[in-house]
């Protein structure tokens, strides 16, 4: 059996560039305090536990005076101005690319046109957009939500760094024939470009995908669906110990991507458990278990 890497996956720029802060700040400081998971990925936000970095979900649990960081999803503007009013110390670890979407949201709301922010409605990162369009834009998921949506005359679309560029292509198909001005950002971010072709390309060529990542990590989500895409079978997992020998009953490929937040040890020891079963194939001589979903 062949097991191949998708180059492309794991730690992006942003999140390597976070964690590295992190691990400066706790360094420097007993406490450091984290607006939401750093990255969605249990082991590594566990390790930075350890070192001191606690995860909160409000600034309100925040103490005056403390040291805070802001994740690479960002956060709206109104968190650094009460932080600075309550002499909390921020360490931005806000992923450039995801400032870059601030800007534009911030500027098309300041030229007057309705924003639309292509991305997960419950994510932190489009609900921080938002408040950089003055609080006015509306997240969609994709064209089907602009049914509930009263659309202007002028439109602008940004999106989630992390969304598909197909439907940001069916978005903008949907919009044109309904407003008079559209303008659109294409913010995905190149990381999730490349990590998303690569991760489809070795899809269409294996038998069988594993995709490694937190199963909170909506880019690791969607990395999935993409990789499902072509009808191979998918499995996401977090950890190695998960892959069961069934799933590569007569697999001669496997590939292995993996989500932005995830470590290189994570995948490595993915690669070395699918290594294992293929020279010692005796648990894979089981009847095939029906694997159309791994979670
Ligand atoms: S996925 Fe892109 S935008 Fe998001 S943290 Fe990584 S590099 Fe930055």
């Known amino acids: ?34 607006l939401g998971p750093l990255i969605h990925n249990r082991q590594v936000v566990a390790e930075l536990t350890q070192a001191g ?17 802001v994740r690479a999803h960002g956060a709206g503007p109104e968190i650094y101005a009460q932080a600075h009013a309550r002499g909390i110390e921020v360490i931005d670890a806000t992923c450039p690319f995801v400032a870059r979407v601030h800007k534009k949201a911030g500027q098309f709301a300041e030229m007057g046109y309705q924003v639309l922010v292509l ?25 089907e939500d602009l049914r509930g949506v009263a659309l202007d005359a002028n439109v602008a679309v940004v999106s989630q760094t992390t969304q598909r560029l197909d439907n940001l292509q069916a978005l903008v198909a949907a ?40 199963y909170h990590s909506a880019n690791t989500r969607r990395l999935a669906q993409i990789c499902r895409g072509p ?22 490929a496997v590939g292995v991507t993996a989500g932005a937040s995830t470590p290189p040890e994570a995948i490595t020891a993915v690669a070395e458990r699918l290594q294992e079963l293929a020279e010692n194939p005796e648990g894979c001589l089981h009847p095939h278990k029906e694997r159309t979903d791994g979670h």
Not at 10 to 26: K, N
Not at 119 to 143: C, F, K, M, W
């Open 1 to 34: 059996m062949e097991v191949s890497i998708v180059h492309e996956g794991g730690f992006c720029f942003g999140v390597l560039r976070a964690i590295e802060l992190a691990q400066e700040a706790t360094g420097e400081h007993e406490k450091v305090y984290c």
């Open 53 to 69: 970095l606690e995860v909160v979900e409000d600034l309100g649990e925040v103490p005056d005076g403390a040291v805070m960081m």
């Open 119 to 143: 991305g997960e409605v419950d994510h932190p990162e489009p609900r921080a957009i938002v408040q950089y369009a003055r609080g006015q834009a509306t997240i969609v998921e994709g064209p």
């Open 175 to 214: 919009l044109l024939p309904r407003v008079e001005e559209l303008i659109v950002a294409n913010t995905i971010c190149e990381a999730t470009t490349t990590r998303q072709e690569a991760s489809l390309a070795m899809a269409q060529a294996v038998d069988l995908m594993i995709v490694v990542g937190g």
């Open 231 to 252: 009808g191979t079978p998918t499995y996401h997992i977090e950890m190695a110990q998960e892959i069961e020998p069934q799933w590569l009953v007569a697999t001669e």
